[in-house]
């Protein structure tokens, strides 16, 4: 298998909204429960940690040997961009610009907590950088503090890579980054080679994207930038982070068929939000819904499916994925 | 097998937009082409025919005739409420008073044609009456004409069925009768017995309903009120008649189930607008999904279905789904 | 002025969403601070509590008191049916017949405090009602039991009304009362003289309803529904409870028209979330949009504007909007 | 006044849609009619004309003498990538190398009609260019096709410029080039000083971009890429096509606002689709709308709303939009 499945933590915890603050029971409450639950999943082998929250100066060293002991690594550290207040209007591109420093200082930060962890990847995930009413932001400054603060966050070491998580929308009405096209005009205007792009396949299908079309324009092109991918599932109106096989069964496999098309290989982590559900169990049956596409297609072969895109012809296409669900009849 | 499967006869000629007007090609130019495509149909055996357009005073015999002729009977008769300008600011809700009794005779026309073609459906698709811009329509007033003309047309005959068959949006940004709760409301005031309801499913699920959930509003209550069933599918943005299977098959799934647990039973009819496709080759294929899905559900047994409902468990659900499409693992 | 303005309480408090789960910061933190805030707003003359959280049996005397001081009345007791982990999987509607039991007692509680407070109004925002997945719920048995339980609250007191709030989703991915036409269906189910129904508006615009057809279906046909009216706007893909005025004005003006033009009177209450926002500036600023738009609807006077929609025209209603909002020219 | 007035020439046609095949009415039928009803409205100095349909070689002496009288100027030639069968599965995309070589022979005539025509703009609008299935397209070599076909045609002569105009949706379910993003994606691949951006803003808006962004993000950049705008409005879920001040009047400020702030000048040109309403009427109404927005624009001033901007304050923004459509108060 080519693929290595991870898991956001907080999947292991009590999931919360805006309605049930303290979130709505299960899970752990400490990083070693969490932890400890993970470690049942068969077949996840990654687990990321949020800056701050799960990871720090004065835990780098227990959380490390901990991730060890349950044979898990670490695959990602997410920059703590957004849990706190002081976000509220902004990280990388807040207007104040004491916060714009402090937002690049935190990213630094999570690159050396990752290099000390072995981890590669930071998910610089800026949500609150965005506007929720119109004439409230400046788009141009906006944009070139992101540039700005990108840039100078890449050079301060170049083992570890920055991710860039698009999402169009939650927390603020708009988020700056919203498309798969305006991040890869983003990194491109950075252009540094620790700046890749991280696909949340819910991300991309709650903009409306298809989320196969994305891994196509962000793999299949010269410059391949798709460095890492997040999969959950949702209706399409929002980031609902719903178990991957609940709503969208053609989209998956699409997807995960020019994953493989453009050789795409790696992390497929869940970041699933299970609120009203058993976070193991989640975990548990989103890989193996992925695990069992991913197996049909490798049984059925790229060049099948490839010959099915050649046809060019919805009945075509429709049929296949009859057959690839309920059998040839 | 307790259903039977029809479909539109437009699916066998060339479906147009706006924006090619002279349809992009394919199907049959005459209602005799069209016919013996539809013929061609492993499973099929009902047509849903278009008034004035496909049927008229002047064809009927003809078209009964050829009907029979290949073993096809006329399962639906649509009222022309919205192919000619004249209905463009809306039929039974019209302003105008002299268009809102034009539209009462529409449709007692069509009843007429119903009733000699031995067919006991008209579908009462008023898809004009509506609103485009904000502070342009009387909606209180509206409600009340599409009420009158409703309980007037209903009282022409009592042995055709008016079906109303709601829609949220298209030909007008706003149509009045929108979701399954409003179709309800209005046939309960029109207190008619030949009036109830056509559910089509990209009807709902483009008005964000799921369409199981309204099969259930509408015939698991005390009062019956679902009569016919259109199938096709979208991406729950606009009413893309695409074809079954190919975007949402949970959804369908779910919407299948419900229609057998709540007894509905007769006619599951294609209206799908292959624009591009073979139109004999989309209604096939459509009903082979159909079929199979059907055939699942049947091998699996609703006891067994509402056992999984009585998890009110995600996580159960959404296995149940992967044992459904891909076997047990 | 025939309205009065209220406010739900929590305006004036910290807002959280579930990445910031502490709250954007500002506003009060106990009570006595956010009902000072509340004091400081021109126009506001009432305030939404919610059960358990500000009003319960310890302090009731002391908030009845405190709200007096203020100079401002309770508009509306909030049953809570939403905030703690017990209600994840529903109230009245939910499988375990002991929450369904502990739901109906939390209404009457809330119902015997508002009329201890000389409130009428109870808010029954069942918004955990619902389902997250297909295949997850039995919509028969749910809506039965949001039936029964309503007749059975209903019956603890006649001299309280209980308003149905209906939502599409959020909580939930699904709530059950989701539409106006369901809403107006359960209450005619219920058959209670005391359950009406509360508009939010934002609630009715991320439906994909126009709020001001939602006023007329509830008001203007011969048994009225509308008790109570909430005020937000949002991007109509979300409940963003963001400010009156922001986005969406010839809605906002239709819908104040239409509330005059049916009858209704009492209370316009805002339901915002002024996440990053200063709580009194954004109820001030909310309220003098509404009442500046009700002020230029009196001026310029019910028939007029009822020329404009008898017009039918779509030009004419851009038209009088371009004078509404930039005078003529 | 910097901004020139423009609109589609069948703005003065009747109207058509999938259902009323015919149109709805009203409006010329010759090009000599649509020009004469054209010549009526106030402040309109330009007309698009669509190539073949509108201008060919057979006719175009005519159409450049006809619009001289009526002193219109042709503002945009719109490429026939669209309007007749043979592009159904694409044009510049389409997998039939025969059908793309085609698509760019024909993008060279009009290059070759506008040229003649003293008009510098094409429109190059790819509708067709999508899919409307998953798993039908190949998204890499279609993207590919994109950038030789777009090439190949700017070589043709550098005195006409060609405008990509994106949509996400319709004619397709899916449009290849679909957001402003992966526009400019597309131009800086293609690299042609003579390929700019067309921005229209119901195609923006019903992408759930907010256009006053997009602007900044192509005209506020270091490259300019914004050449050319469309103006119109819808309910933001589909390309309504309807007359400009109709639903979102604070997203039309904030679009002509930064259209100022980033120096365009040029064209702003109706696009709009009158179905049910009198053509001339519609264009004279929306031209009156933009006209008073940006008259008001100008009285306050930029710097003045800059600073609203600079506030970054909800509150600041929805007061100044109250300011600005009712008064101070």
């Not at 703590?80 to 002081?86: E, G, I, P, S």
């Not at 991918?229 to 020019?258: A, I, K, R, Y």
Request: charged share 25%.
């Amino acid at each position: 298998m080519e693929y290595k499945f991870g898991a956001c933590l907080p999947t292991f915890a009590s999931c919360a909204d805006r309605y049930c603050l303290s979130g709505y029971g299960g899970g752990g409450t400490t990083i070693e429960e969490m932890m400890g639950l993970a470690a049942t999943v068969p077949d996840l082998s990654g687990i990321e940690l949020v800056g701050n929250w799960h990871i720090n100066d004065d835990n780098i060293e227990k959380v490390i040997k901990l991730t060890g002991e349950h044979r898990l690594s670490i695959c990602m550290v997410t920059v703590d961009l957004w849990t706190q207040a002081k976000w509220g209007k902004g990280s990388l591109a807040a207007k104040d610009p004491v916060t714009r420093k402090a937002a690049v200082k935190e990213i630094k930060k999570a690159m050396d907590w990752a290099a000390s962890a072995g981890c590669p990847n930071i998910d610089v995930w800026f949500g609150q950088d965005g506007y929720d009413y119109h004439l409230q932001a400046d788009y141009v400054k906006s944009w070139e503090w992101l540039v700005e603060g990108l840039k100078e966050a890449a050079d301060h070491r170049d083992d570890v890579r920055l991710l860039v998580e698009y999402k169009m929308k939650e927390p603020r009405t708009h988020c700056f980054v919203s498309t798969v096209g305006k991040a890869i005009l983003l990194i491109e205007e950075v252009g540094k080679k620790n700046v890749k792009v991280l696909l949340d396949s819910g991300h991309a299908s709650s903009a409306l994207e298809n989320p196969a079309e994305s891994v196509a324009l962000l793999n299949g092109r010269k410059e391949k930038y798709l460095a890492y991918v997040h999969l959950n599932d949702n209706f399409h109106q929002w980031d609902d982070d719903m178990l991957v096989g609940s709503v969208h069964l053609p989209e998956l496999v699409e997807m995960l068929f020019w994953l493989k098309k453009t050789g795409y290989s790696g992390w497929l982590t869940l970041d699933i939000f299970p609120y009203r559900e058993d976070g193991v169990g989640a975990a548990t049956e989103s890989i193996s819904w992925v695990k069992a596409v991913l197996e049909k297609i490798d049984a059925i072969g790229i060049k099948k499916i490839e010959q099915v895109l050649s046809a060019n012809d919805g009945v075509e296409s429709v049929r296949f994925l009859r057959e690839f669900f309920l059998g040839e009849r």
